[in-house]
C-alpha cells in the first residue's frame, strides 16, 4: 500500500540528513516540505521564534501537546540542559511511531518521553505518574479546538506557577480564536502574539506567548 506523508518525511531525514545531528534532522524536514509536500510542522520561521522562547525559558520541565512527526520535539529537545527531558503528547499510533525514528534519528530519545494518548486523557494524570509538579513551558499544537479545554485542565490540575509559559502555534491559521480571546482577556496571563507565517508558505500566521500570573 502507497506511504504516508509522515513515512515519506521519515525517509528524507534518513536520506538526507546525519544521523545524531538535530540541526540536520530539521534541516532535512524542512528541505523536505519546500521541495516535495508540504506538513503541518511548526517551520523554520516560526521555528526560530520557538527556538528563542525556550531559549530565554531554559524550562526544566516541558510539555508538547501534538507531536505529529516530531520536529518541533526535536527542535526544543536540542535546546534543553543536560538531564532536562521533555514529555510530548501523540494520540496517533502511526504519527507517534514516525516520531519516535525521527527524535531517534537526530539523538535524542534520552531527552524525550513520547507519551500515546490523547491530552484530556494524560493531562490529569502527569503529577501522579511523571513526578512533576509543575511546567516551566508548555507548546501547543495539537487540535486548534482543543486549546482552550486544555489550558483550562491545566489550571484545574495546577499544573501552572507563576511564570510558566504557553507557547501556542497556529493562532491566525488555522487559528484558535476562543483561546486567543481566554488568554488575552484573562487577568490571570499576560499574552503577547509573534507575528510569522504558516509554515512553508506566505500566508499569515504566528504564535501566542502567554504568561500565568499566577
Ligand atoms: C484530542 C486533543 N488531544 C490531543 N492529544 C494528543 N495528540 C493530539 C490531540 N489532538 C491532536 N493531536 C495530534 O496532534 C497533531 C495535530 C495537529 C493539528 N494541527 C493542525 O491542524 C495544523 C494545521 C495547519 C494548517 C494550516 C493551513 C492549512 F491550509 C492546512 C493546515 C498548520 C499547522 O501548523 C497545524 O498545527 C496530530 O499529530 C494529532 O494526532
Ligand atoms: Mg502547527
Known sequence: TRST???????AVQKNA???NPQSVISAIDYFCKNSEWAMNVGDE??????????EVN???VLELGTYCGYSTVRIARLLSPGTKLITLEFNP???AVARQIIAYAGLQDKVTLVEGSS???IPQIKERFGITTFDFIFLDHWKDQYLPDIKLFEECGLLRKGSVLLADN????GAPDYLEYVRNSPRYESRYYPAHLEYTKLEDGLEKSVFLG
Open 94 to 96: 502511526a504519527y507517534a
Open 59 to 61: 524550562p526544566s520541565t
Open 171 to 174: 493562532v491566525i491559521c488555522p
Open 46 to 55: 516560526k521555528g526560530s521564534i520557538l527556538d528563542s522562547v525556550v531559549t
Open 5 to 11: 506523508r509522515p513515512q515519506r518525511m521519515l525517509k
Open 18 to 20: 546525519t544521523k545524531g
Open 120 to 122: 484530556g486523557e494524560w
